[in-house]
């Protein structure tokens, strides 16, 4: 079993919908990140969270540490949120990598 | 732009041949991360560097090394490919020494024919 898991995998909406990812984690973390990923392959940071909530333009990232969930959100979805969006852990310690999840490919019809 | 840089933007090179990656960070910032993304894997960790110490390993193989010099900049040296090391590799750059933000370079396509 994966150290993180996203759902959905694969996610079709059109354009003004209201978006949710999830992600969901095995381990103890000091921070989740959410990442987002277009076609081109350039991978952008969106969030770093380690308690409660974060707000971006559209975008809103929540976490609840005892349930080792978080989610994105997108409010008023639009083609060009059309992406790979990420979430990846940071266990901590001062020595460690990212683990991520395997991403949930975004798809918004005008 | 993320001011994370890396050099080439696409290698084509044959199986059994050695490659070098080239990173550099964002002014600033002394930890520099190297991740691989493959078809099968996913995105996974390779290696974190530290104001030029190695702070931690993750999945890489021994036929792959890192080093980070003295300006910060870091190169990842793939050696004796072989056809599934094919991947695109990114490396981010964070001000910190563990939690942090990352910020992600454009990354370098490999092929290994």
């Known amino acids: 079993k994966n150290e993180v898991e996203q759902s959905p995998q694969n996610l079709t909406a059109q354009e003004g919908e209201f978006i949710t990812i999830n992600c969901s984690y095995s381990v103890g973390i000091s921070a989740l990140h959410w990442l987002q990923q277009h076609p081109g392959g350039g991978i952008v940071s969106l969030f770093m969270l380690s308690s409660g909530k974060k707000k971006h333009g559209r975008l809103i990232a929540t976490i609840n540490i005892q349930e080792k969930h978080s989610s994105l959100h997108i409010t008023a979805s639009h083609p060009r949120d059309s992406a790979v969006y990420i979430c990846?852990?940071?266990?901590?310690?001062?020595?460690?990598?990212?683990?991520f999840g395997k991403g949930t490919h975004l798809i918004i019809q005008p | 732009d993320s001011g994370v840089t890396q050099t080439p933007k696409h290698l084509i090179t044959a199986t059994g041949q050695r490659v070098t990656l080239r990173c550099s960070p964002r002014?600033?910032?002394?930890?520099v991360y190297w991740y691989q993304q493959s078809l099968d894997q996913g995105l996974q960790f390779l290696i974190q560097y530290y104001n030029g110490e190695e702070r931690a390993k993750g999945n890489i193989l021994e036929r792959f090394s890192a080093q980070q010099f003295p300006d910060l900049h870091s190169e990842l040296n793939l050696s004796s490919l072989e056809l599934g090391d094919s991947a695109l590799y990114f490396c981010a750059s964070s001000d910190l020494r563990g939690v942090g933000e990352q910020f992600f370079g454009p990354g370098t396509r490999l092929t290994v024919l």
């Open positions: 002014s600033g910032d002394l930890s």
């Open positions: 990846a852990v940071y266990r901590g310690g001062g020595a460690d990598g990212l683990t």
